[in-house]
């Protein structure tokens, strides 16, 4: 294709994201998969591991593995949710709070950054336009199994 389309846009761009965050994550010694599941849990009363995967948008599969590797790494642990024996909880360490935080930072100083270079209108129709194709996407309004596109 030689113009540039949506789909190319909102690629690329990520891909560039997701770089950039991977490599301001090892001086860390994280990633950016393990950095977003850190920011994605209960810095305090815990984490159901069944809530995760969907809050992250992730297969379980996927999350297994990450989470078997901050569990090696120090940063949570996994307790019987009190509430539902068949559940677990995942709790940050001290340590994992600690990498939650740092995190968390480089994702505040990412959004820092992008404000100071693009004015709030443009950003406000950034969000408008992201939530829009999420929602086409979702109602199922691009693809549905009665078009033939």
């Given at each position: 294709?030689?113009d540039?389309?949506?789909d ?20 860390y ?21 069944t809530?995760?995967?969907?809050k ?13 590797n901050i ?14 024996g ?13 990498k939650?935080e740092?995190s ?22 950034f969000?408008k ?7 086409l ?9 009665t078009?033939?596109?």
């Amino acid at each position: 294709m030689k113009d540039l389309t949506i789909d190319h846009a909102l690629r690329a761009t990520w891909q560039a994201v997701s770089k950039m965050y991977n490599e301001e994550a090892k001086n860390y010694d994280l990633t950016m998969a393990i950095g977003f599941t850190l920011l994605s849990m209960d810095p305090k009363g815990g984490t159901p591991s069944t809530t995760l995967g969907p809050k992250m948008g992730m297969e379980a599969t996927s999350l297994s593995r990450i989470l078997k590797n901050i569990e090696q790494k120090g940063y949570i642990l996994r307790k019987r949710n009190p509430k539902d024996g068949r559940g677990v909880l995942i709790f940050l360490t001290p340590l994992g709070l600690e990498k939650r935080e740092e995190s968390k930072e480089v994702v505040l100083r990412f959004n820092e950054v992008v404000k100071e270079h693009v004015p709030e209108e443009d950003l406000n129709v950034f969000f408008k336009t992201m939530s829009t194709i999420n929602k086409l996407i979702t109602d199922k309004k691009i693809y549905s199994k009665t078009t033939n596109n």
